[in-house]
C-alpha cells in the first residue's frame, strides 16, 4: 500500500507506507503529571475494557483532587494522539465530556 503525498503544489508522488507498523500502546503508568490518579481506569477506558462512565467514576472516587484528573486525562489524550490511537483517543475523549459535563453542573449548582 501506498500514500499520496501533494509534491510541488499540485504533483503528488508515492510514498511507500509500512502496514507492519503499529502504533506503540500508551502507557498510562508513565503519564506526565497524573500522580495519585488512578492509571487504571484511564487504560481500561482507552482500551475499550470499561466505558467512560466507569473510568470516571473511579477517577472521581479515586483522584486526590480534580485538578489530578484533568491532568492526567489531558496526557492521556496527548498520548494517544501521539501514539496515532484514535480509537482510544475517541474514548477517552468521550470521557472527557463527561468529565467536563460533570464540573459545569458542578459550578451551576453552586451558584
Do not use: Y
Not at 462512565?53 to 486525562?73: G, T, V
Not at 470521557?95 to 451551576?108: A, M
Amino acid at each position: 500500500m501506498s500514500v499520496l503525498a501533494p509534491a510541488n503544489n499540485a504533483i503528488a508522488e508515492e510514498i511507500p507506507f509500512d502496514e507492519s507498523m503499529e502504533p506503540e500502546p500508551v502507557n498510562f503508568a508513565v503519564v506526565n503529571g497524573s500522580n495519585g490518579v488512578p492509571q487504571e481506569a484511564l487504560r481500561r477506558c482507552a482500551a475499550g475494557e470499561i466505558t467512560p462512565e466507569s473510568a470516571l467514576s473511579q477517577l472521581l472516587s479515586r483522584a486526590p483532587a480534580e485538578h489530578d484528573i484533568d491532568n492526567a486525562l489531558g496526557a492521556a489524550i496527548w498520548d494517544a494522539l501521539e501514539s496515532r490511537q484514535s480509537s482510544s483517543v475517541g474514548r477517552l475523549a468521550d470521557l472527557q465530556k463527561l468529565w467536563n459535563r460533570r464540573r459545569l453542573h458542578c459550578k451551576l449548582d453552586s451558584l
